[in-house]
């Protein structure tokens, strides 16, 4: 499997995050959120989106896997949170939501932490969503059912620091 066809170019990618981040400066304007990142997909959006001018955050990332291939909902990762999100305004930053298992489980520990307020922003949102009824505040760009690779997103681990948003081929 390699990255093929291009999906989303570099400057459509950055033209978009520039907006989120004018968008997310605004709503959060005086709150002072602290910006939770999932790692390792959520890395590059995280650091484009985090330079938006008069964004005042604190930030904090959080390493979660679920187990592929199960129908589990067991997540790896979550133990690791730490506990100091009482009364904080949380902005969960992360790559993709797909069946939004992995961000439903965060989402409910973030609130039994005693989190003010939980939001959700995603870099990609597949459009034929499955499982659960989590949805993102903020979405960079819905995309078809097609496992893509690029800007953090990877395949195997490999593919990440592309620039760009790549359908995975074949060969
Ligand atoms: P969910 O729990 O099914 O929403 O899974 C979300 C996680 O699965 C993302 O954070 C990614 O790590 C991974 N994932 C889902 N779809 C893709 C894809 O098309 N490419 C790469 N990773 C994906
Ligand atoms: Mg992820």
Not at 98 to 119: F, N, P
Request: aromatic fraction near 6%; include cysteine.
């Amino acid at each position: 499997m390699k990255p093929g066809r291009i999906l989303l170019s570099q400057a459509r990618i950055q033209a978009r995050v520039r907006e989120l981040g004018k968008i997310l400066a605004h709503h959060y304007h005086g709150k002072r959120p602290l910006v939770l990142g999932v790692m390792n997909g959520a890395l590059f959006f995280l650091g484009d989106l985090l330079r938006t001018p008069d964004l005042e955050t604190e930030i904090s990332c959080v390493r979660l896997a679920s187990y592929a291939g199960t129908r589990s909902s067991t997540l790896r990762g979550l133990d690791a949170l730490g506990s100091d999100f009482a009364g904080r305004h949380v902005l969960i930053v992360d790559d993709i939501l797909d069946t939004g298992r992995t961000l439903s489980a965060l989402v409910r520990r973030l609130k039994q932490l005693d989190a003010a307020d939980v939001k959700i922003c995603v870099l990609l949102e597949k459009r034929r969503r499955r499982e659960t009824a989590v949805k993102a505040d903020w979405t960079g760009f819905k995309i078809a059912d097609e496992f893509v690779v690029g800007y953090g997103l990877d395949y195997n681990g490999l593919y990440r620091n592309l620039r760009q948003v790549r359908v995975l081929r074949q060969g």
